[in-house]
Nanobody, 121 residues
Framework: QVQLVESGGGSVQPGGSLRLSCTASGSIGDIRNMAWYRRAPGKQRELVATITNTGLPNYAQSVTGRFTISRDNAKRTVDLEMNKMDLADTAVYYC???????????????WGQGTQVIVSS
């Protein structure tokens, strides 16, 4: 059993900052890519940022220069620092990780339950 738990969501004014965190736990042999996705009201889920197991990040164009993804392999965490937030960042944010469970050879996509982020004046 593998579990991803997010924290850090909430409300913020335009121009403000929030930091999301996600911790993986369970029978984990290795964690490959990790990422943050989001689903805004009435829209499809979209990729926000990814990070490889060696720490190489990649960002959606809409968040480049404002958001920073990072991970701590020892702690099995991935964070998303969000700055200069605007109304369009309002969404439910989901943590994602490609996890190789202990004793297996095929990595499996795993998702967190989501955390709400609201940007409002």
């Amino acid at each position: 059993q593998v579990q991803l738990v997010e924290s850090g969501g909430g409300s913020v004014q335009p121009g403000g900052s929030l930091r999301l965190s996600c911790t993986a736990s369970g029978s984990i042999g290795d964690i490959r890519n990790m990422a943050w996705y989001r689903r805004a009201p009435g829209k499809q889920r979209e990729l926000v940022a990814t990070i490889t197991n060696t720490g190489l990040p990649n960002y959606a164009q809409s968040v480049t220069g404002r958001f920073t993804i990072s991970r701590d392999n020892a702690k099995r965490t991935v964070d998303l620092e969000m700055n200069k937030m605007d109304l369009a960042d309002t969404a439910v944010y989901y943590c994602y990780a490609l996890i190789l469970r202990t004793g297996t050879t095929t990595p499996i996509p795993s998702w967190g339950q989501g955390t709400q982020v609201i940007v409002s004046s």
